[in-house]
């Protein structure tokens, strides 16, 4: 029996680094097993069940076999995970994770990211 090893990760889609990232992953991903969701889309909300707000703050992704929601860091490793040239970072992500290190600096990397919403901006905007 075939294990499914198809991640859903769903990434902030206003943010410049993430959409990055997200390039990034769709062009390293040669065995198609990973699927992206923005979550400034319409229709996010009956895709996972995480509220809007907690998504905001960090990179989530569900394993499509077995619906387990993992988030930050050990999102990162999930993906490392399934794309051959950054499975050799996975050991040292796990490590990372186990020792609370990994999502510290993930969270401080995800803190600090910044946030553009791209055709969603009107009067109240600040940004110029």
């Known amino acids: 029996m075939a294990i499914n090893l198809k991640l859903i990760v769903f990434y ?14 769709n062009r390293l991903d040669w065995c198609n097993l990973i699927q992206m ?3 400034r889309e319409s229709g996010i909300e009956n895709k996972i069940t995480v509220p809007l707000e907690e998504l905001e703050k960090k990179m989530y992704a569900v394993i499509k076999s077995t619906g387990k929601q993992v988030s930050g860091i050990d999102a990162i490793t999930a993906i490392a995970m399934r794309i051959p040239v950054l499975f050799p970072l996975w050991p040292l992500l796990k490590l990372s994770s186990s020792l609370g290190l990994g999502q510290k600096i993930y969270q401080y990397i995800a803190d600090n990211r910044s946030i553009v919403p791209i055709n969603k901006c009107d009067s109240s905007c600040h940004i110029k």
Do not use: A, E, L
């Open 12 to 25: 902030d889609n206003w943010c410049p680094m993430c959409t990055n990232i997200k390039q990034r992953i």
């Open 37 to 39: 969701q923005g979550i």
